[in-house]
């Protein structure tokens, strides 16, 4: 996934994020998991991911990643950004 630089840090990566949850839920799925480039590993460990395990180069892209494990999204995440997010 991922937010225009121009429009980061509003909100819209949490909404993203609530909206695949949703999805998983209605699919009864019990955890998601993620393969995140070091730069992001902030915003899932914000939503609520844990990290498992060593960082590691991906091969398709040769960017250093590290694995995030969500068995829940935080509820600051679910609520999906609220006002900042449409402002
Ligand atoms: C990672 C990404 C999707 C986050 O999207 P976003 O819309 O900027 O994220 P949000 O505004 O919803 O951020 C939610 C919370 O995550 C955390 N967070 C997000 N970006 C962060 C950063 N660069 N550094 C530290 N914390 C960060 C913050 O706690 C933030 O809440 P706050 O703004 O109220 O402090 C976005 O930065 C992006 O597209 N990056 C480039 C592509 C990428 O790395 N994608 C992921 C590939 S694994």
């Known amino acids: 996934m ?3 630089t121009a429009y980061q840090r509003r909100g819209l990566g949490r909404r993203l994020l609530a909206a695949v ?3 998983a839920r209605a699919r009864d799925e019990q955890v998601m998991w993620a393969d995140a480039r070091e730069s992001a590993v902030a915003f ?3 939503c609520g991911a844990r990290v498992a395990g060593e960082p ?3 091969d398709g892209t040769g960017l250093l990643v590290r694995h995030v494990v969500f068995t829940e999204i935080s509820p600051a995440c679910l609520s999906a950004g609220g006002s900042e997010a449409t402002g």
């Open 2 to 4: 991922a937010v225009d």
């Open 21 to 23: 949850a949703d999805r």
């Open 44 to 46: 899932y460990l914000a």
């Open 56 to 58: 590691y180069v991906d």
